[in-house]
């Protein structure tokens, strides 16, 4: 009789203790339904270029799921040529507001718009984050053409006694650093207009190329060609990051709480790239980026030339020092109407948030 009450009453607990496990499994299920039942919020990026590699770390948030998990729905929109015009991401973002984020590869239009002379034309948007510690724009030489430096290649002469035939980009300012740098004029620089692609350089029609060595110098490379690259950054004050983020004032001001989470997404996904270059590169080539278009090899060649610009101790960090000299640079240049104060370029308060918390 006795251990049949035993039977009974460990029966009971048993059974209580189902019901328990059960009633706290159906509230887990209900709480986890709801979380996925709240609506994703939509954010809009725009790129400054074509969605590829140098894009592979809101790639990567997207596909291995990080924004989503901060509540997000991102959607990544291409720039760069786009028919017969030319996409800024900076002046989209200013003028369209569906937009949310705008990712750029350089200061250049955030301190020609904040400095515009007339109000009413200035842009209201400021840098939150910047993921490349520097921009990859410079000159393409060949190894062998005794073209070292950017003093060289303003003031050197090629063993006929001709001057190196420079090819820049119809809107580029280079020469105008270049001269001063090589303490000469622009009018004494053998320059030539050239195109976006490096064929100029690789037939031999111009012995140095402005190019991006993430795009251009992949060409060169595939050619067989053995080249130098001289970075433009390496003239003083011209040093400038890259892979900026940014938002319009009222966005970083109303809506600070979703920049820190796409931030703190892409931070994420900055790291998965570090660790994972090729899977990153996958993911670039997935339809949310830019689709089976592009080669897979050729984006993997950027994602790992380009991991060293990755900020090692604080991703998306901005350098004030460095944003300063080169406003002032490009003012002393000529190219902007007056010294941006840094305030008007710069927001710290999401890397802040961001960091604080870490």
Do not use: H
Not at 14 to 28: F, G, H
Not at 157 to 186: H, P, R
Not at 252 to 276: C, S
Request: proline share 4%.
């Amino acid at each position: 009789m006795k251990n049949k009450k035993i039977f009974w009453f460990l029966l009971v607990v048993v059974i209580l203790v189902v019901l328990i496990l059960l009633s706290l499994s159906l509230k887990r299920y209900e709480v986890r339904k709801e979380i996925n039942q709240v609506p994703l919020e939509k954010v809009k990026v725009q790129a400054g270029w074509i969605l590829n590699g140098e894009f592979a770390n809101v790639c990567s948030s997207i596909v291995e799921g990080y924004y989503k998990d901060e509540g997000l729905d991102v959607e990544l929109v291409p720039g760069g040529p786009s028919g017969a015009s030319f996409i800024i991401s900076t002046n989209a973002l200013a003028q369209d507001k569906s937009i949310d984020i705008a990712i750029d590869g350089d200061l250049v239009p955030l301190l020609r718009g904040v400095t515009q002379k007339r109000d009413e034309e200035k842009i209201r948007v400021k840098a939150f984050a910047a993921f490349w510690d520097e921009n990859p724009y410079g000159f393409i030489v060949r190894a062998d053409s005794g073209i070292n430096n950017f003093i060289d290649l303003a003031n050197k002469t090629k063993a006929n006694g001709k001057k190196y035939k420079i090819g820049i980009t119809a809107d580029s300012v280079a020469q105008f650093a270049i001269a001063k740098y090589a303490s000469t004029t622009v009018e004494k620089l053998n320059l030539t207009t050239v195109g976006f692609d490096a064929s100029p350089f690789i037939s031999g029609q111009v012995d140095a190329l402005a190019a991006y060595w993430t795009t251009q110098a992949y060409e060169v490379e595939k050619a067989g060609i053995k080249y130098k690259f001289l970075n433009y950054g390496d003239i003083p004050g011209l040093s400038q990051p890259s892979m900026i983020a940014i938002a319009r004032d009222e966005t970083i001001k109303n809506k600070p709480d979703m920049l820190v989470k796409w931030l703190r997404a892409t931070i994420k996904g900055t790291e998965f790239v570090k660790n994972n270059p090729e899977k990153a590169a996958e993911n670039v080539l997935s339809e949310a980026c830019g689709g089976k278009v592009l080669n897979k090899d050729q984006e993997l060649w950027l994602i790992k030339k380009s991991i060293p610009l990755f900020s090692e101790e604080k991703i998306g960090n901005l350098n004030i020092d460095q944003i300063s000299k080169f406003g002032k640079s490009y003012y002393d240049l000529g190219q902007i109407p007056s010294n941006p104060d840094i305030n008007s370029v710069v927001d710290l308060s999401i890397l802040n948030k961001i960091y604080s918390n870490k």
